[in-house]
């Protein structure tokens, strides 16, 4: 069995092999890994690409481009429209499909002019045992998955990005917004802004691992149960500022905060 640095130097190697990449970037733990694995081995002829949309949090987009810049990635911002996506907001089971689909195509229009270049995403060994849609888009689009190729799970994905010092090592897991409304449900733009809203509250006051699920005037927070203490000594503020966005209805589901759920 080999060695987490023995599977950073094949990812290494891996990378160096393809000449030029364009890696799709969120922010998140595995592509941030990938990006700066992708940078060492490759320098400026790793384009790393990130999606601004209104799927994506204002303050997660923020933060992903200032780590961007501060480790001097050669960072390409390019806007996404999958909100226009009329199967995107039906929100049917395939979601996912749809919005990986958009961000690919957009990834090749702009870089059809650079003949050769590879487009890499950041699934992980992990994804194997899941029920992904993205990963049929990724497969229509041949987009090479680096971190898979080599084994990598997310646990020693966390380890070496702490070894290189990034940030993102703890950084809680994050979806698009698109995934806080229950399969079945019409996503719509302002409802997506209000989950946003109501989601930068919970950030500004210390969650890190949070979810606010939108069920029309009802907002059921998904918290770590460790934190259900904080979130209860902090309930009457919480709920009037969460109300001000909008919802008429404020619940702490008692479950916790929970990977993949379909809100």
């Not at 029920?131 to 084994?151: D, E, F, I, K, S």
Request: charged share 30%; net charge negative; with cysteine.
């Amino acid at each position: 069995m080999k060695s987490i640095e023995e599977k950073e130097q094949l990812l290494l190697d891996e990378l160096k092999s393809y000449g030029t990449l364009a890696v799709a970037y969120s922010g998140g733990v595995d592509s941030s890994y990938l990006a700066d694995c992708a940078h060492e081995a490759l320098g400026p002829n790793a384009r790393i690409i990130i999606a601004d949309s209104p799927s994506i949090p204002r303050a997660e987009l923020e933060e992903a481009v200032t780590l961007a810049k501060e480790r001097n990635w050669n960072l390409h911002i390019i806007q996404t429209h999958e909100h226009k996506n009329d199967a995107y907001l039906e929100n049917k089971g395939d979601r996912c499909f749809h919005c990986k689909d958009e961000l690919f195509s957009q990834m090749e229009m702009i870089l059809s002019e650079l003949e050769n270049t590879v487009l890499a995403h950041g699934a992980i060994e992990d994804d194997k045992d899941d029920m992904r849609p993205g990963t049929q888009a990724a497969t229509n689009h041949r987009v090479v998955a680096p971190l898979q190729n080599v084994a990598l799970y997310k646990k020693e994905i966390r380890i070496l990005s702490e070894h290189r010092g990034l940030p993102t090592a703890e950084k809680a897991s994050f979806a698009c917004l698109g995934s806080r409304f229950p399969t079945g449900t019409r996503i719509d733009l302002e409802s997506m802004t209000q989950v946003e809203k109501a989601e930068a509250i919970l950030r500004a006051r210390g969650y890190t691992q949070y979810r606010i699920r939108h069920h029309s005037d009802l907002c059921r927070i998904e918290v770590d149960p460790t934190d259900f203490d904080k979130l209860m000594n902090e309930r009457t503020e919480l709920v009037a500022t969460i109300k001000a966005t909008g919802y008429k209805f404020v619940t702490l589901d008692l479950s916790g905060y929970s990977t993949g759920s379909s809100a």
